[in-house]
């Protein structure tokens, strides 16, 4: 199949669009760019305007990222961290960001899946029932450590 090819500008314009419709980190800006034959110098002038502009903002993507997968999605601080380094972000934004995270919702959190879980395990002894959930809660992503300081 031919690719269609379009000129510099209009190329600029998808990718503004694509930075705008939800905020996105480098290295998902690049792969986009891939599906253009563009020139390294076209790409990196392309990343400086998304920068300039602020459509393609690092810190503000790392924050978002928590803040959805935490409250929406309930997953665990591990979880978010190795996803994150899948896309690139560096361990200092990370740690910088997970600020978005208040404790008090984070024991919440881990408290109400443990509860939900927990009840839905039927026919086990209690070690069972508290291991299976234990594993599954460090499936979500939670450090057995928290999880541990809650059911002690």
């Not at 510099?8 to 800006?29: S, W």
Request: net charge positive.
């Amino acid at each position: 199949m031919e690719k269609k090819s379009f000129t510099f500008d209009e190329i600029k314009l998808k990718l503004v669009n694509y930075c705008v419709y939800q905020d996105r980190c480098h290295a998902e800006v690049e792969q986009k760019m891939r599906e253009f034959l563009l020139i390294e110098e076209a790409k990196e002038e392309i990343i400086l305007y998304l920068m300039k502009e602020n459509y393609l903002n690092e810190e503000r993507f790392t924050r978002s990222y928590i803040r959805g997968k935490f409250y929406i999605k309930h997953w665990g601080r591990n979880k978010i961290r190795m996803n994150l380094k899948q896309k690139q972000i560096s361990e200092k934004l990370m740690n910088m960001c997970f600020d978005e995270i208040y404790e008090d919702d984070y024991i919440k959190t881990i408290t109400r899946i443990y509860e939900d879980y927990s009840a839905k395990q039927k026919g086990l002894q209690e070690y069972q029932k508290k291991a299976k959930t234990i594993k599954y809660l460090m499936s979500r992503g939670f450090e057995y450590e928290k999880i541990n300081d809650i059911f002690d």
